[in-house]
């Protein structure tokens, strides 16, 4: 049971490369996460989905795209990558909503240079 | 829109010391209150949760109150000890019969002084 991977861990882009991190969780859960995590600013969220085929905004969802296709992974795409995306990210899921503990993934370092 | 605020952003204090967190949420329709654990280059861990129909949780050394008039909640952590230094995340959850509205504070830097 390793929980909630994420992949890749590092990454440097250039302002204007795409590219996907991905999460995936052995746990069954229905509820993912996307969330970004900058100096002073706590966790904000980017995108959620509450079930396989569904997607919703959260805080912080504009330069950023999001599928999930299959129950157990969750994408996170940055189409044009900007200097403003440098962020550690992080992944999470829970069995469902509210009341259910969130567990979260190691964290990606991006940065956009 | 919602928030929860966070107090302090920094705090240190003297191992053996007690420190607390303080968390001010403003949906009156939160019923959730987890707090997390982060070290650094660590992901947040969760460490102590209280739901909106209790006023008291203690596990060990930490504690967490809720005050849902006031609407505001505390992590005590009693006793502390070099392994306590972190940062320390509080949330506020709000439930609807098909998401949920998470939203977390901006974080409190906790240093233990040996």
């Known amino acids: 049971n390793a929980g909630v991977t994420q992949t890749p861990k590092f990454r440097v882009l250039k302002t204007g490369q795409s590219m996907t991190l991905l999460c995936a969780q052995d746990m069954n859960h229905e509820y993912m996460y996307w969330y970004r995590q900058d100096p002073g600013m706590g966790l904000r969220l980017i995108h959620y989905s509450v079930g396989e085929g569904t997607t919703a905004k959260g805080e912080v969802p504009d330069g950023y795209n999001v599928s999930r296709l299959k129950k157990q992974n969750f994408l996170l795409g940055l189409e044009s990558a900007a200097p403003s995306q440098t962020s550690v990210y992080f992944c999470?899921?829970?069995?469902?909503?509210?009341?259910?503990?969130?567990?979260f993934g190691e964290g990606s370092w991006l940065t956009v240079v | 829109g919602e928030n929860v605020e966070q107090h302090p952003s920094t705090l240190s204090v003297q191992e053996g010391d007690s420190a607390v967190i303080k968390c001010t949420y403003s949906?009156?329709?939160?019923?959730?209150f987890p707090w997390y654990k982060q070290e650094l280059g660590k992901r947040p861990q969760l460490i102590i949760d209280?739901?909106?129909?209790?006023g008291e949780k203690k596990d060990q050394r930490i504690a967490v109150t809720l005050n849902k008039t006031a609407k505001h909640f505390s992590l005590h952590i009693t006793e502390t000890q070099p392994e306590d230094s972190a940062v320390y995340f509080c949330?506020?959850?709000?439930?609807?019969?098909?998401?949920?509205?998470?939203?977390f504070g901006s974080g409190t830097r906790l240093s233990i002084r040996p």
């Open positions: 949330a506020a959850i709000t439930g609807y019969s098909s998401a949920s509205k998470i939203i």
């Open positions: 949906d009156s329709a939160s019923n959730y």
């Open positions: 209280i739901r909106s129909n209790v």
């Open positions: 999470a899921s829970s069995y469902k909503g509210s009341g259910n503990t969130i567990y």
